[in-house]
């Protein structure tokens, strides 16, 4: 288990994270410099060492420290020292290609409305394939990373922003202007059985007719007679033999 920082050290990594290079552990602050704390909790859980931090582990920097380097407001939390920037600018000298990942289940959407931003104002994107999918894997333990064409989207009229080095922004992507892995075939719903329908049979009102089991009611009636058949001739037969000793006198009476 790695060892716990102390509530200053772990103060100094949350204000360096949040204020000088929130980029390089794939995290977009807001035009205020607020992220949200959910969000960041995940990055740093990706961190050697950084696991285990908690929102209890930020307030007790809060509460210890007189002048803290981070504030919470609601849900978010951002470094009180950063490198200040009004708004995002246009990116340029863009890569050729850039990578963003989507949900699994939301990617059959996608291929056909395009790439919307997820949790942020912004779709965002990276130059860099192992940050897109860590990012990724922030919403969904098994992303689909997508393929952005930058000058085809370009000539659409998307505009990209700068988001630090590796980061870039884009209100959202259309459709055509990135690529990614065909979708997983479905599976066919197994052919349901033929029902065979039994012949309508003319009835008269007032009448029914009775099933019976079996493959043939007939053989079954036939069968009940032979054995009826067979049980009467035994009775027959024990009945003669019975009077026949009856007519015959017996040897000492002779």
Known sequence: ????????????????????????????PDSNGFVKIKEFLKA????????????SNINEILITMPNPPVEIRGI????????????????????????????????????????????????ILSSEPDMAERMGKRRDPMPIQLVVQTEISLDKGI?????????????????????????????????????????????????????????NAHDKTSQYKSKQKSVDWKKESKKNKKEKRKRERPPWRQ
């Open 1 to 28: 288990m790695a060892k716990q920082r102390s509530p200053e050290q772990l103060a100094k990594i949350i204000s360096y994270i949040l204020g000088r290079n929130p980029a390089e552990f794939g995290l977009v």
């Open 44 to 55: 740093l859980s990706e961190e050697e060492g950084l696991k285990y931090v908690r929102t």
């Open 76 to 123: 978010h939390i951002r470094a009180k020292h950063r490198n200040e920037t009004s708004g995002y600018i246009p990116a340029q000298n863009l890569p050729k290609l850039l990578y963003t990942c989507v949900r699994r289940k939301a990617y059959p959407s996608v291929l056909e409305n395009g790439i919307r931003p997820m949790g942020f104002s912004h779709v």
């Open 159 to 215: 505009i990209f922003y700068e988001a630090g080095e590796t980061l870039y922004l884009a209100e959202s992507i259309q459709p055509g202007c990135f690529t990614g892995p065909p979708l997983p075939k479905q599976k066919e719903p197994a052919a349901k059985r033929d029902v065979v329908d039994e012949p309508a049979l003319d009835r008269m009102p007032g009448s029914f007719i009775l099933k019976l089991k079996g493959k």
